[in-house]
């Protein structure tokens, strides 16, 4: 767990979108060697939320979305609370409805 801002900047570069940087002594911890994208279950301010610590401007970075920002009631420069635990690398999220069409089509789902 750990506190920080809102921010759109990382090590003095402008980012693309609201983002929750990692801290540095965090990043040192975290398998970003094997995973540079570390994909992670996190909750921020209470709300889940799946997504992914990425390289960038010699830190890591997690995109916020400005809906998930309106749900936690955020916005850039704002404190958060986050917390997180390293998900499957190795794991593959279907849409529901390709899960579904494999539920109708067995073989399809086996190839």
């Avoid at 209470?46 to 400005?66: D, N």
């Amino acid at each position: 767990m750990f506190e920080t801002n809102l921010t759109q900047e990382l090590n003095g570069k402008h980012l693309m979108s609201a983002a929750i940087v990692l801290k540095p002594d965090l990043a040192a911890e975290l398998p970003f060697g094997r995973y540079p994208k570390l994909r992670v279950d996190a909750e921020i301010n209470g709300f889940a939320h799946e997504g992914a610590f990425v390289p960038i401007h010699s830190g890591h970075y997690m995109m916020v979305s400005k809906r998930l920002r309106k749900v936690i009631s955020r916005d850039l420069g704002d404190p958060v609370i986050v917390r997180f635990k390293v998900a499957d690398q190795e794991a593959i999220n279907l849409p529901g409805i390709l899960r579904d069409a494999f539920e109708d089509a067995p073989d399809a789902r086996d190839i």
